[in-house]
C-alpha cells in the first residue's frame, strides 16, 4: 500500500507556529490533489487546506490569513505553515492524496498516519 509520511507535529503554545510536511511517493504525487484534514476528539474530520497540482489551493474560514499550504515538485512533498495558533487547533492532523476516477465513478484517496498538534499553555 502507498503510504505518506508527516512529520512536524508537536506541543506548542497560543500564538506559536509549526511546520507539517508530507512526502508522497511521486508517481502519488504528480497526479493527485494534496491536503491537509484534522479531527479533534468526538467531532468529524475537516478539510483544512488543499492544494491541486496547478498550484491553486483552498482553506477553511478559521485558518485563512494563519496557515499556508505549498508544494515543493522537487521533493514530492506537500507543507503546511501554521502561524498564531489557538487552542482550537488542536486536532490530529491528517496528510491526504485524492484522485477521481471518473469512469468508475469513485473517488481514490491516500492518507498518512496523522500526527498530533496540541497547542495550549
Known amino acids: 500500500q502507498v503510504q505518506l509520511v508527516e512529520s512536524g507535529g508537536g506541543l506548542v503554545q497560543p500564538g506559536g507556529s509549526l511546520r507539517l510536511s508530507c512526502r508522497a511517493p511521486a508517481s502519488i504525487f504528480s497526479i493527485y490533489a494534496m491536503n491537509w484534514y484534522r479531527q479533534a476528539p468526538g467531532k468529524q474530520r475537516e478539510l483544512v487546506a488543499g492544494?491541486?497540482?496547478?498550484?491553486?489551493?483552498q482553506y477553511t474560514d478559521s485558518v485563512k490569513g494563519r496557515f499556508t499550504i505549498s508544494r515543493d515538485n522537487a521533493k514530492n512533498t506537500v507543507y503546511l505553515q501554521m502561524n498564531s495558533l489557538k487552542p482550537e487547533d488542536t486536532a490530529v492532523y491528517f496528510c491526504n492524496a485524492k484522485k477521481y476516477d471518473g469512469i468508475r465513478s469513485s473517488w481514490y484517496d491516500y492518507w498518512g498516519q496523522g500526527t498530533q498538534v496540541t497547542v495550549s499553555s
Open positions: 492544494i491541486f497540482s496547478g498550484g491553486s489551493t
